[in-house]
């Protein structure tokens, strides 16, 4: 398995590029060979030339941090573009990379360019080529003795199989660490990384830009010119995502392992029967320590849930979660729920089975974002607040609803046992927890008349 990925091609990149040049089994499909001995120097002066151009828009090819390659798209006009590739490191020949390389420049091409319209040549001799290129959808358009002409409408274009959906609001701090993690995940197949960025007031979009900049192949960045808040974030960085499948990882989580993609669609592409699967993380603090206490209690073997098991708490941690896109766009009352994770999940499970698997391949950061930095008092009541919005607009079994309102039940004994004795007026989140349960009650039927 490798992890492929393009970025922009600098003139250093000539000190190992110059070298392929000179190699007639590299020239044997790919145009003519120099008639000379190329060096370092000449190739440098060539990439800087190129790199001028306008109209051209050149990449390195990346296997596993490693350049082995270029692709490019040249004579870039009236929403055309011809297009180029060749691996020149021979150990990555055969491999598949050059089919996840070109997705990338081809979504680069469709998303950020805004382009219609691909076309390549290539030899009748270079099957291989032709059938990379075929499966990304690419159609012969004519064919000689010479040369195979190829095209393709980018609306064309297939979707990646699998979507990574990412909310970021003044994550700055994190965000870092959580790009790279999705970033160095080795698969078999295309994915993209959906991005909705609300407004922060850090330096979270200049980081997602930056990004974008270095990795142009992998990045759809839903940039609101105004803070919509998480509901209305969360519901349009849903509708943008477009893989099969999809995985979640919020700006100030990370994964801790580069096959944690592969190993869970592989899961769901052999068993049509389960909807979703989720994994084990580690609970780290703001700092990045790992915390020795558990947000729900974490099984040591893999293990199969239903949705019946899932109505009696939400025990899915969000960035360990892929699930099949089920369903086109996120239902409208979930705008009006408090926490957008367990519902989707929810309705996840109705549509199949879930499976766990105990190995822990994420880190979930406690003590950041809108969710985990409540009281836990308010957690309790925006808990029943959603499971009340869940009874009423889900169409459930009788014992998935059983199982929902008695989790309520206890989400009230839980409320009024962890009321403290003493009051803290000056500090409001002290207060908070010093509220008396008619108080906490009340909030919680106010929030429960105004939707329903």
């Given at each position: 398995?490798?992890?492929?990925?393009?970025?922009?091609?600098?003139?250093?990149?000539?000190?190992?590029?110059?070298?392929?040049?000179?190699?007639?089994?590299?020239?044997?499909?790919?145009?003519?060979?120099?008639?000379?001995?190329?060096?370092?120097?000449?190739?440098?002066?060539?990439?800087?030339?190129?790199?001028?151009?306008?109209?051209?828009?050149?990449?390195?090819?990346?296997?596993?941090?490693?350049?082995?390659?270029?692709?490019?798209?040249?004579?870039?006009?009236?929403?055309?573009t011809?297009?180029?590739i060749?691996?020149?490191?021979?150990?990555?020949?055969?491999?598949?990379?050059?089919?996840?390389?070109?997705?990338?420049?081809?979504?680069?091409?469709?998303?950020?360019?805004?382009l219609?319209?691909?076309?390549?040549?290539?030899?009748?001799?270079?099957?291989?080529?032709?059938?990379?290129?075929?499966?990304?959808?690419?159609?012969?358009?004519?064919?000689?003795?010479?040369?195979?002409?190829?095209?393709?409408?980018?609306s064309?274009?297939?979707?990646?199989?699998?979507?990574?959906?990412?909310?970021?609001?003044?994550?700055?701090?994190?965000?870092?660490?959580?790009?790279?993690?999705?970033?160095?995940?080795?698969?078999?197949?295309?994915?993209?990384?959906?991005?909705?960025?609300?407004?922060?007031?850090?330096?979270?979009?200049?980081?997602?830009?930056?990004?974008q900049?270095?990795?142009?192949?992998?990045?759809?960045?839903?940039?609101?010119?105004?803070?919509?808040?998480?509901?209305?974030?969360?519901?349009?960085?849903?509708?943008?995502?477009?893989?099969?499948?999809?995985?979640?990882?919020?700006?100030?989580?990370?994964?801790?392992?580069?096959?944690?993609?592969?190993?869970?669609?592989?899961?769901?592409?052999?068993?049509?029967?389960?909807?979703?699967c989720?994994?084990?993380?580690?609970?780290?603090?703001?700092?990045?320590?790992?915390?020795?206490?558990?947000?729900?209690?974490?099984?040591?073997?893999?293990?199969?849930?239903?949705?019946?098991?899932?109505?009696?708490?939400?025990?899915?941690?969000?960035?360990?979660v892929?699930?099949?896109?089920?369903?086109?766009?996120?239902?409208?009352?979930?705008?009006?729920?408090?926490?957008?994770?367990?519902?989707?999940?929810?309705?996840?499970?109705?549509?199949?089975?879930?499976?766990?698997?105990?190995?822990?391949?994420?880190?979930?950061?406690?003590?950041?974002?809108?969710?985990?930095?409540q009281?836990?008092?308010?957690?309790?009541?925006?808990?029943?607040?959603?499971?009340?919005?869940m009874?009423a607009?889900?169409?459930?079994?009788e014992?998935?609803?059983k199982?929902?309102?008695?989790?309520?039940?206890?989400?009230?004994?839980?409320?009024?046992?962890?009321?403290?004795?003493?009051?803290?007026?000056?500090?409001?989140?002290?207060?908070?927890?010093?509220?008396?349960?008619k108080?906490?009650?009340?909030i919680?039927?106010?929030?429960?008349?105004?939707?329903?």
């Open positions: 398995m490798y992890n492929v990925l393009i970025r922009p091609l600098v003139i250093q990149d000539a000190l190992t590029s110059y070298q392929w040049r000179n190699d007639n089994e590299v020239w044997k499909y790919t145009g003519s060979r120099p008639n000379i001995d190329i060096t370092a120097e000449i190739e440098s002066s060539w990439i800087e030339k190129v790199l001028q151009d306008i109209s051209s828009k050149r990449f390195a090819i990346l296997c596993n941090t490693q350049y082995i390659g270029n692709i490019q798209l040249t004579n870039i006009k009236e929403k055309t011809e297009f180029h060749f691996i020149g490191n021979k150990d990555f020949w055969g491999k598949g990379i050059s089919q996840l390389a070109t997705y990338q420049i081809l979504y680069y091409a469709k998303e950020i360019l805004k219609d319209e691909v076309y390549l040549t290539v030899r009748p001799e270079n099957k291989a080529a032709v059938k990379s290129y075929q499966n990304n959808n690419f159609s012969i358009i004519q064919e000689t003795e010479e040369f195979i002409k190829m095209s393709l409408k980018l064309e274009l297939s979707p990646p199989t699998l979507s990574i959906f990412v909310m970021v609001y003044n994550h700055g701090i994190y965000l870092k660490e959580c790009l790279d993690s999705l970033l160095m995940q080795k698969t078999a197949f295309n994915y993209d990384i959906v991005i909705g960025e609300d407004c922060s007031t850090d330096h979270s979009r200049e980081i997602l830009l930056n990004y900049k270095l990795y142009p192949g992998k990045f759809k960045l839903l940039l609101h010119d105004k803070n919509i808040g998480a509901a209305n974030n969360q519901e349009q960085t849903y509708k943008n995502c477009t893989g099969k499948y999809i995985a979640v990882c919020e700006g100030d989580d990370y994964w801790t392992d580069p096959l944690k993609l592969q190993k869970q669609v592989d899961f769901l592409e052999g068993n049509n029967d389960y909807s979703m989720f994994h084990n993380v580690e609970k780290i603090d703001i700092e990045g320590k790992i915390l020795d206490i558990p947000i729900t209690e974490s099984e040591t073997a893999e293990k199969t849930y239903t949705i019946e098991d899932l109505a009696e708490g939400n025990f899915i941690h969000t960035a360990s892929i699930f099949r896109k089920n369903f086109e766009a996120l239902p409208p009352w979930i705008i009006s729920s408090p926490a957008g994770d367990y519902p989707i999940h929810m309705i996840n499970a109705s549509y199949g089975l879930i499976k766990y698997f105990p190995e822990k391949m994420g880190a979930y950061r406690i003590g950041q974002g809108i969710w985990s930095s009281t836990k008092q308010i957690q309790y009541i925006n808990t029943i607040f959603v499971i009340k919005l009874i607009n889900l169409s459930l079994n014992q998935v609803v199982n929902l309102n008695e989790q309520i039940q206890r989400l009230i004994l839980y409320i009024r046992d962890t009321l403290p004795v003493s009051n803290y007026p000056q500090d409001p989140e002290k207060a908070a927890y010093s509220l008396s349960i108080k906490l009650i009340t919680l039927l106010k929030k429960i008349r105004y939707s329903f």
